[in-house]
């Protein structure tokens, strides 16, 4: 006999005994009334051939037909010990006592479908792992017998039922796909329980990691999920959580750590047992308002991508009290992480009461843990502590007695939640651009698909949150190689196709909505970026345009136009869709490290995509300058003149000149002799005049072409964007 139906002994034991071994039911009423009658054969004594699972007997004797239940003389051609058995469809159902009947499974659409013998129709995740660990464990061991013709196991294989293709946990949450995913909860499937874990197991784990070896855990049942211990601690730290789920307790016993569950009571004390000194029962009970009204437990949500998630259970009853609070690192599913916290605000509730008694002698037996009633009462108390002296001291605190909480896998009762992609990720320090002029913090472009919430985006050395971004960029790369145009007119000879990664569609635009500056792109050019207009976007394949009628080198980024921007350049749609980082003063011009992680994750996962940046401040750079020409003079002097570009106001048709956009006008003009300077002059004014003497000093003649470098100084002293050309004289 076992305690329970969980007990491995008990379940190996019935293999080769039991029902359909040593005796069965004749009928329903002799099952429900215990009487078994033995399994006999009479006149032959082979009673191996009724056995159901005397496997034993049948490989290893020889066979004999019975017409008419006469015997023959002559046995088959079967030879003992010749053939292995495979067992196909080893296993039973996830639903309470399934050993009971392993092959039956409840399915209201079949007309087979059935309870086991005696189940309450409970999920019971730890029975399926249990009767397979027993099977596979006795016919692993020496049970398992040898053929004396060849030397081959009497079981060979063992093919466990039942693994589905279907992908977990998609079935059994995809009813809309299948219809048979609501009975996988209390089926036979190994899909999303195969990697449970026995209660048992883990607390011996635990206590092996702390040194502690040989102790008891034989009693222990209950499937887990997942369990984290993430900081050193102490065993009895760390088995807590698992005490506190899964109700049990610990205490040494004959010099052995036993752990055990909290059942019913165990022992009835008797009034007539009080000692003399004890006739009266000193009970006490805390206020009522310095009891918990709410209970709460932090768990692993594995329903939500295993995130840290709280369930809650309070009296409606009360409105003043405290919280009782339990961090569980344990992956459990909504509905079990709520009835944990059910029965702790119980628990917590009933501990208040308290009893002190003294015994006689006659008590002896009792130790700290056992739970007990006293006289005529119901009520269950647990022993917090024992004093000898003279008389037993015991001093009870009342539980609230409720069943062992199995706590088996999750059950993905609703459609799985998407789980939060790596985004792709794009920093883009540009101009200032028309309508945020007063803003020159860099845009950050987020795409993920699925998108499943907002993302945010967090840089630096303590990794700060710097944007949010709600909504996914249009987002791709170019599939066609885009080639330099012309800049400041229609470039129409370019069509490039691009790629992209998915979202809203693009659409063509007329030639007056391009010109006020619609279809905006962005495409990246090693740290930089080129800002472009498309007129035709024309769809070629889903999520492939060709884009064809470009306005180039927009709001003074013809500087990275590339010979050729290449395949799988990224290009990004300029809207509403991009957000604004904030940058800290000190962190322009510096290697910055922007990390987006999936959404509502945090910068430490390993799932988070990173991108380390070096920002220009190009909001605040001066453009360069355009239309660069040189003349000489008949004294041979060479005027060197140029246009300013204005990053701000320079759009105005008004008269006058557009605003410098610095405090003072001032440029750096450089006379390249190759790749390295011969001459650099600084000057106040948008020209320079090369004198002959000055060009003789530099080359020795007066030459017949020049290539110049010229750049306006910003704000800070820096030069900003250079045109850099070679002018024939």
Not at 28 to 37: E, V
Not at 75 to 98: H, M, N, Q, R, Y
Not at 574 to 580: V, W
Not at 682 to 709: E, M
């Given at each position: 006999?076992?305690?329970?139906?969980?007990?491995?002994?008990?379940?190996?034991?019935?293999?080769?005994?039991?029902?359909?071994?040593?005796?069965?039911?004749?009928?329903?009423?002799?099952?429900?009334?215990?009487?078994?009658?033995?399994?006999?054969d009479?006149?032959?004594?082979?009673?191996?051939?009724?056995?159901?699972?005397?496997?034993?007997?049948?490989?290893?004797?020889?066979?004999?037909?019975?017409?008419?239940?006469?015997?023959?003389?002559?046995?088959?051609?079967?030879?003992?010990e010749?053939k292995?058995?495979?067992?196909?469809?080893?296993?039973?159902?996830?639903?309470?006592?399934?050993?009971?009947?392993?092959?039956?499974?409840?399915?209201?659409?079949?007309?087979?479908?059935?309870?086991?013998?005696?189940?309450?129709?409970?999920?019971?995740?730890?029975?399926?792992?249990?009767?397979?660990?027993?099977?596979?464990?006795?016919w692993?061991?020496?049970?398992?017998?040898v053929?004396?013709?060849?030397?081959?196991?009497?079981?060979?294989?063992?093919?466990?039922?039942?693994?589905?293709a279907?992908?977990?946990?998609?079935?059994?949450?995809?009813?809309?796909?299948?219809?048979?995913?609501?009975v996988?909860?209390?089926?036979?499937w190994?899909?999303?329980?195969?990697?449970?874990?026995?209660?048992?197991?883990?607390?011996?784990?635990?206590?092996?990691?702390?040194?502690?070896?040989?102790?008891?855990?034989?009693?222990?049942?209950?499937?887990?999920?997942?369990?984290?211990?993430?900081?050193?601690?102490?065993?009895?730290d760390?088995?807590?959580?698992?005490?506190?789920?899964y109700?049990?307790?610990?205490?040494?016993?004959?010099?052995?750590?036993?752990?055990?569950?909290?059942?019913?009571?165990?022992?009835?004390?008797?009034?007539?047992?009080?000692s003399?000194?004890?006739?009266?029962r000193?009970?006490?009970?805390?206020?009522?308002?310095?009891?918990?009204?709410?209970?709460?437990?932090?768990?692993?949500?594995?329903?939500?991508?295993?995130?840290?998630?709280?369930?809650?259970?309070?009296?409606?009853?009360?409105?003043?009290?405290?919280?009782?609070?339990?961090?569980?690192?344990?992956?459990?599913?909504?509905?079990?992480?709520?009835?944990?916290?059910?029965?702790?605000?119980?628990?917590?509730?009933?501990?208040?009461?308290?009893?002190?008694i003294?015994?006689?002698?006659?008590?002896?037996?009792?130790?700290?843990?056992?739970?007990?009633?006293?006289?005529?009462?119901?009520?269950?108390?647990?022993?917090?502590?024992?004093?000898?002296?003279?008389?037993?001291?015991?001093?009870?605190?009342?539980?609230?007695?409720?069943?062992?909480?199995?706590?088996?896998?999750?059950?993905?009762?609703?459609?799985?939640?998407?789980?939060?992609?790596?985004?792709?990720?794009?920093?883009?320090?540009?101009?200032?651009?028309?309508?945020?002029?007063?803003?020159d913090r860099?845009?950050?472009?987020?795409?993920?698909?699925?998108?499943?919430?907002?993302?945010?985006v967090?840089?630096?050395?303590?990794?700060?949150?710097?944007?949010?971004?709600?909504?996914?960029?249009?987002m791709?790369?170019?599939?066609?190689?885009?080639?330099?145009?012309?800049?400041?007119?229609?470039?129409?000879?370019?069509?490039?196709?691009?790629?992209?990664?998915?979202?809203?569609?693009?659409?063509?635009?007329?030639?007056?909505?391009?010109?006020?500056?619609?279809?905006?792109?962005?495409?990246?050019?090693?740290?930089?970026?080129?800002?472009?207009?498309?007129?035709?976007?024309?769809?070629?394949?889903?999520?492939?345009?060709?884009?064809?009628?470009?306005?180039?080198?927009?709001?003074?980024?013809?500087?990275?136009?590339?010979?050729?921007?290449?395949?799988g350049?990224r290009?990004?749609?300029?809207?509403?869709?991009?957000?604004?980082?904030?940058?800290?003063?000190?962190?322009?011009?510096?290697?910055?490290?922007?990390?987006?992680?999936?959404s509502?994750?945090?910068?430490?996962?390993?799932?988070?995509?990173?991108?380390?940046?070096?920002?220009p401040?190009?909001?605040?750079?001066?453009?360069?300058?355009?239309?660069?020409?040189?003349?000489?003079?008949?004294?041979?002097?060479?005027?060197?003149?140029?246009?300013?570009?204005?990053?701000?106001?320079?759009?105005?048709?008004?008269?006058?000149?557009?605003?410098?956009?610095?405090?003072?006008?001032?440029?750096?003009?450089?006379?390249?002799?190759?790749?390295?300077?011969?001459?650099?002059?600084?000057?106040?004014?948008?020209?320079?005049t090369?004198?002959?003497?000055?060009?003789?000093?530099?080359?020795g003649?007066?030459?017949?072409s020049?290539?110049?470098?010229?750049?306006?100084?910003?704000?800070?002293?820096?030069?900003?964007?250079?045109t850099?050309?070679?002018?024939?004289?």
């Amino acid at each position: 006999m076992a305690d329970n139906i969980h007990d491995p002994d008990y379940l190996q034991g019935r293999i080769e005994a039991g029902e359909y071994f040593d005796w069965y039911y004749a009928d329903d009423l002799d099952r429900n009334a215990q009487a078994r009658t033995p399994i006999s054969d009479g006149a032959y004594d082979e009673a191996w051939v009724y056995r159901v699972k005397d496997l034993r007997s049948f490989w290893s004797n020889a066979h004999y037909n019975r017409p008419g239940g006469v015997r023959d003389s002559i046995s088959t051609e079967w030879i003992p010990e010749s053939k292995p058995f495979w067992f196909v469809e080893l296993g039973c159902a996830a639903v309470d006592k399934a050993s009971n009947q392993p092959n039956v499974f409840v399915d209201p659409k079949s007309s087979e479908s059935a309870e086991p013998y005696f189940s309450s129709g409970a999920r019971d995740d730890l029975i399926q792992r249990r009767v397979l660990d027993a099977y596979l464990s006795y016919w692993s061991g020496p049970a398992n017998s040898v053929s004396s013709l060849d030397g081959a196991p009497m079981v060979a294989e063992s093919m466990l039922w039942a693994w589905d293709a279907r992908p977990f946990p998609a079935f059994p949450a995809r009813d809309d796909v299948w219809s048979d995913g609501g009975v996988w909860a209390r089926g036979h499937w190994l899909n999303g329980r195969a990697g449970l874990s026995d209660l048992a197991e883990v607390v011996e784990s635990v206590c092996e990691r702390a040194g502690q070896t040989g102790v008891d855990v034989s009693t222990l049942r209950g499937a887990v999920s997942g369990y984290i211990v993430d900081s050193p601690a102490s065993a009895r730290d760390a088995l807590e959580p698992l005490m506190a789920a899964y109700d049990f307790a610990v205490a040494e016993r004959d010099g052995v750590i036993v752990f055990f569950h909290n059942e019913g009571a165990s022992f009835q004390i008797e009034v007539d047992a009080f000692s003399a000194a004890s006739a009266a029962r000193a009970y006490a009970r805390r206020d009522v308002a310095d009891l918990p009204i709410e209970a709460r437990v932090r768990f692993i949500d594995a329903e939500r991508d295993y995130l840290i998630a709280t369930a809650s259970a309070r009296r409606l009853d009360r409105v003043e009290g405290g919280v009782a609070s339990l961090d569980a690192p344990l992956v459990l599913g909504v509905g079990a992480a709520e009835a944990l916290a059910e029965r702790m605000l119980a628990e917590r509730r009933a501990a208040a009461e308290t009893l002190q008694i003294g015994l006689g002698p006659t008590a002896v037996a009792l130790e700290p843990g056992d739970r007990v009633t006293v006289g005529d009462d119901e009520e269950v108390f647990q022993i917090l502590r024992i004093e000898d002296a003279g008389a037993r001291e015991l001093e009870l605190r009342r539980v609230s007695a409720s069943a062992v909480p199995m706590l088996s896998g999750v059950d993905p009762g609703a459609a799985p939640l998407q789980v939060a992609p790596t985004p792709a990720l794009s920093v883009l320090d540009l101009p200032p651009l028309p309508g945020e002029e007063d803003d020159d913090r860099p845009l950050v472009a987020i795409f993920a698909s699925p998108w499943v919430g907002a993302h945010e985006v967090f840089a630096g050395v303590a990794q700060a949150r710097r944007a949010t971004i709600e909504t996914p960029a249009i987002m791709g790369e170019l599939v066609w190689a885009l080639w330099p145009g012309p800049v400041d007119r229609l470039d129409q000879g370019n069509v490039c196709r691009i790629a992209l990664y998915g979202g809203d569609a693009l659409a063509s635009v007329t030639r007056m909505e391009l010109l006020d500056g619609a279809n905006a792109f962005a495409i990246e050019a090693d740290g930089e970026w080129e800002l472009i207009q498309a007129e035709m976007c024309e769809l070629v394949a889903p999520g492939v345009y060709d884009l064809s009628g470009f306005l180039r080198g927009r709001l003074g980024s013809a500087h990275a136009m590339r010979a050729p921007h290449p395949v799988g350049a990224r290009i990004i749609k300029m809207d509403r869709r991009l957000a604004r980082a904030d940058v800290a003063a000190h962190e322009w011009g510096e290697a910055l490290k922007f990390i987006a992680p999936p959404s509502e994750m945090l910068p430490t996962s390993a799932r988070a995509e990173a991108a380390t940046v070096t920002l220009p401040h190009a909001a605040v750079r001066p453009w360069a300058p355009a239309h660069v020409r040189a003349a000489r003079a008949a004294s041979g002097d060479v005027l060197i003149t140029w246009v300013r570009c204005a990053r701000l106001g320079g759009d105005s048709w008004g008269p006058g000149e557009p605003p410098v956009g610095v405090p003072t006008e001032s440029y750096v003009l450089e006379v390249l002799d190759g790749s390295d300077p011969v001459r650099t002059e600084a000057t106040d004014l948008p020209s320079f005049t090369y004198s002959a003497a000055a060009q003789t000093a530099d080359f020795g003649i007066l030459p017949g072409s020049l290539h110049i470098r010229v750049a306006q100084v910003g704000e800070s002293g820096a030069t900003g964007l250079n045109t850099e050309l070679t002018i024939t004289l």
